[in-house]
Structures are given as structure tokens and as C-alpha cells.
DNA sequence: TACAACCTGATAGTTACTCTCAGTCAAGTG
DNA sequence: CACTTGACTGAGAGTAACTATCAGGTTGTA
């Protein structure tokens, strides 16, 4: 069993989001002690890991809390919820291809400026260096 | 030369959120014909682009501005934007390496509801079959 | 007795859009 | 010449998902 702080650190989540969502009705099974506090179990835990995945993912607090209250409909749900993690995969995927597009772009530019310092030193010397130069390149 | 909506449309970017990056000073040069209206240059494309991948690693619009304001102040900060598109580089690293955490935790539950529903098909027969199941599995 | 750690609720602030008006201008078409 | 289209402006509200702050409360430990 865990206080939420220790959830907080284990997990990489702040305090404050974990209280957030559980607000927000993320951990309907969450336990609490004779003074209230949060008992998280292991199997608290995998439902924390599985909303902040959603989350990662850009998954709307809204529809987490459909998939939520899927789980807790029980068995008659597991094929949409199979498809919604279906879904959310191929989403992921298309973030990949974009993170790597993007990625792309950041390697040119670090050329762009490799070379651009690189010819800024050899050429200093040179008065017409000025002219390897473009006005105000991004 | 481009209209805003040509450039919406070529770089997947709402003309909205063009006009509030064109605000927020991120596209410096842009031309105005005759009649004020935008003419984006290939150039500007360029900055568009930077724009774009900046934001979708999840660079802040104020730190975007301060890169765009030192590619205007020139050749002096040169090796301080070189500097910015390695942090970003890095950063875009980072977030590759926990989407693909993310994939790895959306592939465990694939395979979670893949089998429930195998073991749901072929034990549906079974009154037994319940036993199988956990109560409000993530 | 002070403190740290947990709780609650309310409220305000933040970021980066996103949307909706409302009104203006200029070019092209029937 | 009216009309539509597409561009512009500014103001202002709405949104999501936190994030932070404050106030007030309980409990267990040093």
C-alpha cells in the first residue's frame, strides 16, 4: 500500500495531477484508511500507469473517463476497450512518425549551423565572409 | 508567393493559428501586397517550419520567440541558436524514449484484452468461465 | 507542542490555442 | 452594380489540463 507521495515519486506523477485525476474519477478503486488517506494497492498502481499512458499519448481526460468507466462495467466492455487501446496504439505510432519528421528538421538545422560556424571561423580573416551569410536565416 | 490559406494548407497549420503565431511575432518578414494582405515568401516557409517542429517538441511560444529574435539579430548568435536546436534536439530524443515506453505499455494491454477475449470465446460455453476474469481489470 | 504529511474545497492563473463576433477592404463574377 | 469570396483587424469568450495558492482540518511522531 502506498500514500499518494509515494505514488507521486514511484510513478513520476505530481501529487497534485494524481489528486487531480482521482477527482476526476481515474481510480474509482483507490481505498482509504480509518483517517481518510489514500491507500493505493499494486493494482492501483497499474491503473495510474495506464491513464498516465493515455495521457502520454494526448488522450483527453474525457474520453480516459469513458475507457475508466468501461473497466469498471466489467467483462461486456473488453472488446471496445480492446479497440480503444487499438486505437490509441496507431495514435502513439503516428506521434512516432512525427517526432521522427521532426527530428529530420532538427538535424538539418544542426548542419545549417555546423557549417555556418565552420566557415564563420575559417573565413573571419576574409572581409568578404559576409557573403556566405544569409540575411536573417532561420 | 503564398496566401495564408495556401500556406494553412501546405504546412498543415490553421490559418488561426497562423495568424496568432504572425501576432505573437514568429514570421518577422513576411511581405503585405498592395492591399496588406500576407505574402509568404518560400523563405517564410522555412520559418513556418521551424515554427511548426519547435512547437510539436513542445518548445514554449516564449522561448520561440527569443530563437526567432536572435536569427534576427544575425551572424553574433549564431552558436547560440546552434545551442538551442541541440537542446531541442535532445529533448525530442527524450520524448521519443517515452513514447516508446508508452507503445511498450499499449502493447501489454493488446495483448491482455487479445487473450481475455480468447479464453471469453472458447470458455463461453463454460459456467465457469467467470473465474477467468478479474474484477475491473485495467 | 511543534512538525510533517495527509485530507478537503474554493479559487485563480497559465498556456496556446480556438472560436465567434463585428466590421473593413478589394477583386472578380453574372 | 450587387454579390460573393477571401483577406484583414481587434476584442473577447471559451477550452483543456493542469498548476498553484489559500484556508482550514486531522493525525501521528519527535
Known amino acids: 500500500m502506498y500514500t499518494i507521495k509515494e505514488v507521486a ?3 513520476e506523477v505530481s501529487e497534485h495531477t494524481l489528486r487531480f485525476w482521482a477527482k476526476s474519477g481515474f481510480f474509482p478503486f483507490v481505498k482509504r484508511n480509518e ?3 489514500r491507500q493505493f494497492s499494486d493494482n492501483d498502481l497499474e491503473w495510474v500507469r495506464i491513464v ?3 495521457r502520454s499519448v494526448g488522450t483527453e481526460n474525457k474520453a480516459i473517463k469513458k475507457y475508466i468507466d468501461l473497466c469498471i462495467k466489467g ?3 473488453i472488446s471496445e476497450r480492446y479497440q480503444i487501446i487499438l486505437d490509441t496504439k496507431e495514435k502513439a505510432l503516428q506521434q512516432m512518425e512525427e517526432l521522427k519528421q521532426q527530428l529530420a528538421v532538427l ?3 544542426e548542419n545549417f549551423y555546423k557549417n555556418l560556424i565552420k566557415n564563420n571561423l575559417q573565413d573571419s580573416w576574409n572581409p568578404m565572409n559576409k557573403i ?3 540575411d536573417a536565416a532561420v
Open 75 to 77: 467483462d461486456s466492455t
Open 52 to 54: 498516465k499512458c493515455l
Open 9 to 11: 515519486e514511484k510513478m
Open 35 to 37: 483517517n481518510n488517506i
Open 107 to 109: 538535424d538539418y538545422k
Open 132 to 134: 556566405n551569410l544569409q
